[in-house]
């Protein structure tokens, strides 16, 4: 559990209680002097700063440390304007976090760390750097029907509907 008490990257992901829309919570967390990190701060949302709604973390840090504060201002700002673009989950954060300023070099080593952090959330299930389509996929072997293409399911009295994005 020490790795939780690093610096590092937190999203915070649940439910609109009333709408059922997919929330994100992008957040960032450094080491404190009382030894808590980026796991200290993620409880601090279970009291004082309660946000209610979530209940899946997914914390993104190095196994060295290595995170400085301008890397994970840098890493915050990505993933909070990444999932804002997408436009899948509705991002919960109150301010629009600072981007930082790191050098060119050591962007590029942020980005593919960026890159490869999008590709583990995504097969978590978590797609919430995944802009949904605005056509719907047409397939090359089956017929669809026309214009929204949308999919309904109807057994046992649920119906389930949706869209091929």
């Known amino acids: 559990m020490a790795i939780l008490n690093q610096t590092g990257v937190y999203l915070l992901f649940g439910k609109d209680e009333e709408t059922g829309d997919d929330q994100v919570y992008v957040g960032q967390a450094w080491s404190r002097k009382n030894g808590n990190g ?15 709604y979530w209940t899946h973390a997914v914390v993104l840090t190095t196994s060295n440390d290595s995170f400085g504060p301008t890397e994970i201002s840098y890493l915050e700002n990505y993933f909070y304007t990444a999932a804002s673009l997408a436009g899948r989950y509705t991002v919960v954060n109150s301010v629009d976090p600072s ?67």
């Open 38 to 52: 980026v796991l200290g701060r993620i409880t601090e949302h279970l009291g004082g700063e309660k946000l209610p």
């Open 99 to 165: 981007p930082g300023n790191v050098t060119e070099e050591r962007e590029a080593d942020l980005r593919e760390f960026s890159d490869y952090s999008e590709l583990v959330i995504g097969a978590l299930g978590f797609k919430v750097f995944d802009a949904l389509a605005e056509e719907p996929v047409r397939g090359d072997t089956l017929s669809e029907p026309e214009g929204d293409a949308e999919l309904l399911l109807e057994r046992s009295g649920v119906t389930a509907r949706g869209r091929q994005t």
